[in-house]
């Protein structure tokens, strides 16, 4: 997988690069990244990537021409490792909510060109002329566009084959399968007063699956009821939520 970023603080991404389960894909070639500013295609000695907003009000816009010769340096050097059809990636609040499925189809993407705006965002025909798809990553606004691409570029290494070993399986992740996550616990068996649950000491494979199987129906009926909502729960499953509210009711 090859990741191009535009943007004017290429530094920034260091902290995907070199640290942690990114950074070991990136040390083992699963993926790659190739950063380009937008300053180095100005013409001018400021190396000027922004102006006014016509119509005037405040903030500054980033301009076409350094984004357009960002992108086209983007999609060469994409093409030279062999990837013809980069998908062109503007990170916006007004884009595409991302969730689970959304990076699960992007990281069927050979290669990934994410545009990162700063100040009051880019040029509109910048993303008329270009990006084939814009993605927000929550409803709000951050001041640039590059930690939404790194989140988003942290969540499809995850799912690149070879990148997580047995112990940082994605498997059960909270989405993964439609429910959040079952919760976890480790040593010590008892802190003060809180202890772990006998079903996990118990050894018996069956039970603990079971539990946790419980555990995350419960959580995604009680933190994210839509999700429930958009997933057809088996009888298993409409059976094990159903034990859960009922006992709750009774209380
Ligand atoms: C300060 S924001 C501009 C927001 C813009 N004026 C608006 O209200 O839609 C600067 C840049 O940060 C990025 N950005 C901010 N919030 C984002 C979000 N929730 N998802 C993705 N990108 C975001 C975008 O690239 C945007 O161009």
């Known amino acids: 997988m090859i990741f191009s970023c535009i943007s004017i603080f290429p530094e920034i991404f260091a902290s995907l690069t070199n640290f942690g389960v990114t950074g070991r894909a990136f040390d083992n070639n699963i993926c790659q990244l190739q950063l380009i500013n937008p300053r180095d295609f100005t013409s001018d000695s400021y190396k000027r990537i922004d102006d006014k907003s016509f119509g005037g009000g405040p903030g500054m816009v980033m301009k076409i021409e350094p984004l357009e010769l960002s992108l086209n340096d983007a999609i060469v050097r994409q093409e030279k490792l062999g990837n013809n059809a980069p998908l062109r990636v503007y990170l916006s609040p007004q884009g595409q909510p991302v969730d689970q499925s959304m990076i699960n189809q992007l990281a069927g993407h050979a290669g990934i060109i994410f545009v990162c705006g700063r100040y009051e965002g880019v040029d509109e025909r910048f993303i008329n002329r270009n990006i084939d798809l814009e993605l927000s990553t929550g409803d709000f606004v951050v001041s640039g566009g590059e930690l939404p691409a790194m989140l988003v570029m942290d969540a499809i290494i995850r799912q690149l084959p070879g990148v997580l070993n047995d112990e940082e399986s994605a498997i059960s992740d909270s989405f993964m399968n439609g429910l959040l996550d079952y919760p976890h616990y480790t040593q010590p068996r008892e802190y003060e007063d809180a202890a772990v649950p ?47 509210v009922v006992k709750n009711k009774q209380k």
Do not use: A, F
């Not at 933190?223 to 009888?235: A, M, Q, V, W």
């Open 198 to 244: 006998d079903v996990l000491l118990s050894g018996n494979h069956e039970q603990i699956k079971r539990w946790r199987l419980q555990m995350s129906l419960w959580r995604t009926y009680l933190r994210r009821p839509d999700l429930l909502t958009k997933r057809n729960l088996t009888k298993l499953e409409s059976g094990l939520l159903d034990e859960l």
